[in-house]
Every structure is written in structure tokens, then in C-alpha cells.
């Protein structure tokens, strides 16, 4: 039954699946998966991951969320929507603080892509961004020398311009502020253990070793 969904499922998915065909093929652990509240369109994707009942799915309304503060939080509170998911950081900040954690850490966060904006003579934007999983950087002696290449408009071909592409990492900075003053009233402190952060909305501390 396990094998013969799967097929299925990964036939129609994109390759990104193969993760959660390992997940449900290996989990032996109570595992609580949280996910996009959308997620419970996809039946198959559902029945598929309640094969294994040691995972177990919760679900958040991924909903963005600006305007008031306080409006904003008492949405948030209600479960009605979160600051705006640009990224994964900013819901896994925010699902962390509604589940009661007072004290986050940060790692890994460096979010320095001001200095890795380029614009070419022909006014082409390019960005040179470091993703682990990039085929780019498979090679180790590659790690360091990453390729500028244009943002596109989602899946699309057409090239960001220059005030697009500053304006998606503003909806990033500007929701770590927000997920800040919604940490504020929920008395949870959030550190920043990358010291080389261009994250300003929360306190850097470094990692004080034995």
C-alpha cells in the first residue's frame, strides 16, 4: 500500500517530495510535523503521510497579516494569520513563540545579501546568493565563489528590477521587527547567535564555549 501511494504521488509531485518519502519511510519517532493550513487540499499528500502514525500533522494559517499592531496581534493570537511569510524563518519564529518557547536562538542567520547585489553595465540585477543545495556548490573548491544570476518573478523567466529585488528583502527584515514585537508582549526573548548577521531586530550573543 506504502509503495504503491508513493509511486503515485511522486509521479505527480515535483522531485522536492522525495523528502517525505523518506520521512514516512524511516520515521520511528513521534515526530509533529507543522505545516500550511493549505496542506489539507491534498488528499493524497495526507493519506500518504498518515501511513506512519508516528507523524503526526498540525496545521497553521500561513495568512499574512500587517496593518495595527495591536490588530495584528490579536489575529495572530487568534490563530487568524502570522506576519508575513517571506521566508521560513519568520513562521518558524512565530509557530515557536505561539507554542509557549521563551527562549529562541538563532543560527546560521547571516542574511547578507546587500553585498551580494551586483548591477551590470547593461543593467541587468544580479545576485550572487549561497544556497547549500545548489548544483554550484556540490564542488567544495566552488563553495566560496558563487555565480551572479538574475531574480526571477517566481517561476518565470522575467528578471527582477533592481527596487523589486531590495523590496523582497525588505518584507524579510520588516517581519523579523514584527515577529520582534510579538515576542515582546509574549515575554520570549530571541537571540541571534550569528554575529555577522544583518539582522538588527534581535540581540547577537556569541557562543560561549567550556
Known amino acids: 500500500m506504502r509503495a504503491i501511494l508513493a ?9 522536492m517530495f522525495k523528502t517525505f518519502e523518506e520521512m514516512v519511510e524511516k520515521t520511528n519517532w513521534e515526530l509533529y510535523l507543522i505545516v500550511p493550513k ?3 487540499k491534498d488528499k493524497e499528500w495526507l493519506k500518504y503521510m498518515r501511513v506512519n502514525p ?3 500533522l498540525l496545521f497553521f494559517n500561513n495568512t499574512p497579516i500587517e496593518g495595527f499592531q495591536w490588530l495584528n496581534h490579536l489575529l495572530y493570537n487568534l490563530s487568524l494569520g502570522t506576519p508575513r511569510p ?3 524563518l519568520i513562521p518558524s519564529l512565530f509557530i515557536a513563540i505561539k507554542c509557549g518557547f521563551k527562549k529562541i536562538y538563532l543560527a546560521g542567520t547571516d542574511h547578507n545579501w546587500l553585498k551580494d547585489v551586483h548591477v551590470t553595465k547593461d543593467n ?3 545576485l550572487s546568493q549561497k544556497h547549500f543545495y545548489d548544483a554550484q556548490f556540490r564542488d567544495k573548491d566552488n563553495k566560496n565563489s558563487p555565480h551572479p544570476r538574475p531574480m526571477y518573478h ?3 523567466t522575467e528578471e527582477r528590477k533592481l527596487h523589486e529585488v531590495l523590496i523582497k528583502f525588505y518584507y524579510a527584515f520588516k517581519g523579523y521587527w514584527d ?3 510579538y515576542a515582546s508582549e509574549k515575554k520570549a526573548d530571541i537571540v541571534n547567535l550569528t554575529m555577522n548577521s544583518y539582522i538588527d531586530a534581535f540581540k547577537k550573543e556569541d557562543i560561549q564555549y567550556p
Do not use: D, T, W
Open 124 to 126: 541587468q540585477v544580479l
Open 154 to 156: 517566481g517561476a518565470s
Open 54 to 56: 508516528y507523524i503526526k
Open 38 to 40: 493549505l496542506a489539507r
Open 179 to 181: 515577529i520582534k514585537e
Open 86 to 88: 517571506h521566508n521560513v
Open 7 to 15: 509511486e503515485h504521488i511522486f509521479s505527480v509531485f515535483p522531485p
